[in-house]
């Protein structure tokens, strides 16, 4: 009875600490949820600006001042290619052209 008694009380007090630890969990979540929430509305504001930039430009014909903004419509990128053969000069290439 006394073991039966003593894997009870574990029982409850592991079953407590898992609640705990899933409140903390949630909590941290929420806060991570909050975060990313926050970095989307300003990465959507900026959007919005340089969405209104862009029109604003186009609505001028390109002219005016240093606001405007022309963007290509293509663009050729010389990227190097890879062959296969040497993987690790390929991925120093790769890296070097995209840093620069």
Known sequence: ?????????????????????L??????NHRQAEMFQAQFE???AEL????EMIQAARHRGGGGDN?????????????????GADPDSWLFLITDFLHC
Request: aromatic letters at 8%; a positive charge.
């Open 48 to 51: 919005k600006v340089t969405k």
């Open 23 to 28: 409140r903390d969990q949630a909590t941290a």
């Open 1 to 21: 009875v006394i073991g039966t008694v003593y894997r009870y009380k574990k029982f409850i007090m592991d079953a407590n600490e898992i609640r705990l630890l």
């Open 67 to 83: 606001l405007a903004l022309t963007l290509p419509r293509s663009v050729r990128l010389n990227v190097p290619k890879f062959s």
């Open 42 to 44: 300003a990465l959507q």
